[in-house]
């Protein structure tokens, strides 16, 4: 299915539900955030359109704040969120006045809403009337509490050159109890890796309680987003979450490639989804290893460690880089495959599923493995699906969604995708869906080169029109990833909002530790292994 056949067949229901009450609305220009379909209402009607899509079994896949005060349009902040059901996306939109900028939640009714909303209060000063949480998420005392970073008043240097205030008065929620206990650990770990606390409550070695503290790691990607030429947010946006460069590099160019009405060269999208999937095996590899060595199994570390190091360096040869930063650009990318590399890549393919299967076997069927990942950090389906997770954390819980096969974009829609899904939803079920994603994505690699066209590699990017309005929608290795874009007058950047899949899927860490061990937490963790960079932006 191509993404201008979408079905929507299920939207006549939820726009046309009179006990609802519409007031307002009217289904905009089909082809301004295509492939998805745009219903604009009126604020009034905000939380009650979630009910009626949650009561309907849409997904929420995402919500963003728009300050329009730089476009002619003073005093205005548009408010979008982002539906999915059935392959098909809706995007709703509203206004609010900036002097008074106040909507309904969604959190109530879609929890894993609940810091994406947090997160557009702390940066456009949007209130939202009956959220659970008034704490604030991103801000972290970096700048005034009366002063919104997404506002044209608001300078991209910063208000300030004093340094930040430690955050130390951050309200966590305490269980109360005897025999209970608190265990706070981070933001700095013993390992190299990017800073994030996790407050324990628990009850001798059972956790009873875990809350996140994450956004240490705030980079305003948004604001730095703004004024820039296409090419330069493309860098910027590889720069999100540095282990996913080449699919949140991909969304936010499709995005302005759909506002402009670029046509991509076919032999560009293949070359772009061969990157995608050598980005989804090399993160895959490091992980199977990193969670078997959190349960003492340091074999399974060394090998696909090496196995991923080479891997990488095969891409530091044919596309310029170990991770494939810059590698895409608006209208293609940049580095064609000669075909020396192809034979090369052949000759990889083949070489690294012969190594992994009996590799994977061991995995698999190890007694000391099982008793450490099977019945550990299960997550459950009714949880998975209420947080809107996707991508492995969902896919081991029974959510099967893959964008690739569900909401096809070129080339997935010319190839035929295997989606693995497990329902145990623990430890070993995420092992198993990263090991079935390495097999299928070495068989997809292998039809990309049986098909690749010949052709250019890059397209001419024209500026869009003065406020033009994209949404891309890739499949990362991680789940699902959204961005969208808006063009200013000047066909520069006026706003870009990437929403990585680690948004839903940090929540559900939180959920699944419930009831393991505090010993458990690391294995959980990794198993999960959410972007702190993609989430704090």
Known sequence: MSETQNRFEWLSEYLVRPAYGWAGERDADPDVLAPARRFLLDPEAWGMAARLAASMGLRHAGLWADPLDAEGEAGVLRVQACLELEGDYLVLETQVPLDRPTIDSHTPTYPGLDRLERHAQD?????????????RWTRHQAWPEDRFPLRSDFPLSGETKARTPADADYPFVRVQG?????????PVHAGIIEPGHFRFQAMGEEVLRLEQRLGYTHKGIEKLAVGRDASGLARLAGRVSG????????????????????EVPPRALFLRALMAERERIANHLGDIGAICND????????????????????????????????????????????P??????????????????????VIQDHPSLDDRLMRTGILSAEDARALGCTGYVGKASGQSFDVRRDSPYAPYDQLRVEVPAETAGDVSARVAVRIAEVRASLW??????????EGEIAAPFSPPPPGAMGLGIIDGWRGEILAFVRFSTDSRIARYFPRDPSWFTWPALERLILGNIVPDFPVCNKSVNGSYSGEDL
């Not at 282990?243 to 670029?262: F, I, P």
């Not at 199994?297 to 040869?317: K, V, Y």
């Not at 034979?343 to 994977?360: G, M, S, T, Y």
């Open 123 to 135: 940066l456009t000063g949007l209130s939202f009337t009956g959220h659970p949480d008034g704490r």
């Open 178 to 186: 005897a025999g209970v206990y608190e265990i706070p650990v981070g």
């Open 243 to 262: 282990d996913s460069t080449v699919s949140h590099a991909w969304a936010a160019c499709q995005a302005m490639e759909r506002a402009a009405g670029c």
């Open 295 to 338: 349960v003492g199994f340091a074999f399974a570390l060394a090998q696909c460690g090496r196995l991923r190091e080479q891997w990488q360096r095969r891409s530091q040869a044919l596309f310029g880089h170990r991770f494939m930063m810059d590698a895409v650009i608006p209208g293609g990318v940049v580095q064609d495959l000669t």
């Open 340 to 361: 020396e590399g192809f034979q090369q890549l052949r000759l990889d393919h083949a070489a690294l599923h012969k190594v992994i299967e009996p590799l994977f076997d």
């Open 444 to 453: 997809m690699l292998d039809r990309l080169l049986d098909a690749l066209p």
